[in-house]
């Protein structure tokens, strides 16, 4: 069974950093394009950053040149590091593939 859970959400202040952590089980990540979402308060859940097998990453505009996603395969896991946060950072972050979806981790920034 494909299991993604992820973790390191918390409380930041405007301008923080927040490293995020997606564990995958039950797949060989090695194999898979990881992609991170997010879901604000209200609002339809949007692309955040994908990383291919090969490595190669794609951003969504919001986003670009603040947060950087990685993979460690060895560890099956999936990073997002996230700096120069602001209050439109806030919400539900998840990782998924083959259209399997973590929990979700949760992101406050404040003011």
């Known amino acids: 069974q494909v299991q993604l859970v992820e973790s390191g959400g918390g409380l930041v202040q405007a301008g923080g950093s927040l490293r995020l952590s997606c564990v995958a089980s039950?797949?060989?990540?090695?194999?898979?394009a990881m992609w991170w979402y997010r879901q604000s308060p209200g609002q339809q859940r949007e692309f955040v950053a994908?990383?291919?097998?090969?490595?190669?990453?794609n951003y969504a505009d919001s986003v670009m040149g603040r947060f950087t996603v990685s993979r460690d395969n060895a560890k099956s896991t999936v990073y997002l590091q996230m700096s120069t946060l602001t209050l439109d950072d806030t919400g539900v972050y998840f990782c998924?593939?083959?259209?399997?979806w973590g929990q979700g981790t949760q992101v406050t920034v404040s003011s």
């Open positions: 998924n593939t083959n259209n399997i």
């Open positions: 039950g797949i060989v990540l090695s194999t898979k």
């Open positions: 994908r990383i291919g097998t090969s490595g190669i990453t």
